[in-house]
């Protein structure tokens, strides 16, 4: 199993809508939890992180299921500008004091008109 | 907030050509950096991690030896794609952390290299 599992999409969604991805984790030493967002051929920026109590960013909830090992974004009123790839991040803290960040693969969403 | 610098931003070079990029902390000392590369419509793909002052860390199946990575200062690290074939025509970004168990990344904004 991948340390860190995105569906792909792409997620096709008119303007207005709400839409929701999930990412699932395979450790369950992971510590941290993060969304970032990518457009095409820019670098991924940090769009929010991600506590078990919940956080919200505006149109933006994130949540985090530490028993199922699953974090979720929840896009509402979706704009056009919403389109990107949404990247989850997992990271995790090693013996040696370093930190491990993984990237999974992304959520392409497409907000039309 | 924290930037990071990559340079150059587009790079078209004739193949068996020597390219190399940036990546340099502007504000504050990057005690690891990590280079990505990314395919079109594919996700990121971690290539190395390099700590200051020690050898680059490569994950499995990136070439060392055509990647040269030299991270030599807190503020600047080095990828050299020696040799470069059309296979390695690709966008390459850098991120660095400041921190060993700092998780919060901080990204350059991508080489698109093209190699004809």
Redesign the interface.
């Known amino acids: 199993r991948k340390e860190v599992e995105q569906d792909p999409g792409p997620f096709n969604v008119p303007e207005g809508a709400t839409v929701a991805f999930n990412c699932t984790y395979s450790n369950s030493a992971s510590q941290?939890f993060?969304w970032y967002r990518?457009d095409c051929?820019?670098?991924?920026?940090?769009l929010m992180s991600v506590y078990s109590s919940g956080n919200e960013d505006g149109r933006f909830t994130a949540q985090l299921n530490r028993a199922s090992q699953y974090i979720s974004l929840l896009i509402r009123d979706s704009k056009l500008s919403d389109s990107a790839t949404y990247?989850c991040v997992v990271?995790r803290?090693l013996n040696?004091?370093?930190?491990t960040?993984t990237?999974?693969?992304?959520t392409m969403l497409l907000v039309s008109p | 907030g924290a930037v990071v610098s990559q340079h150059p931003s587009r790079v078209i070079c004739k193949s068996g050509t020597s390219v190399k990029i940036e990546c340099r902390s502007l504000d504050f000392q990057a005690t690891t950096m990590f280079w990505y590369r990314q395919f079109p419509k594919q996700s990121l793909m971690l290539m190395a991690t390099s700590n200051e002052g020690s050898k680059a860390t490569y994950e499995q199946g990136v070439e060392k030896d055509k990647f040269l990575i030299n991270h030599a200062s807190l503020t600047l690290s080095t990828l050299t794609v020696t040799s470069a074939h059309p296979e390695d025509s690709s966008f390459y970004i850098c991120s660095a952390r400041q921190g060993l168990a700092n998780e919060k990344l901080f990204f350059g904004s991508g080489t698109q290299l093209s190699v004809l």
Not at chain 1, 41 to 46: Q, S
Not at chain 1, 103 to 106: H, R, Y
């Open positions: 941290s993060f990518q051929r820019k670098e991924p920026k940090l990247l990271t803290i040696s004091g370093y930190s960040l990237f999974g693969k992304g």
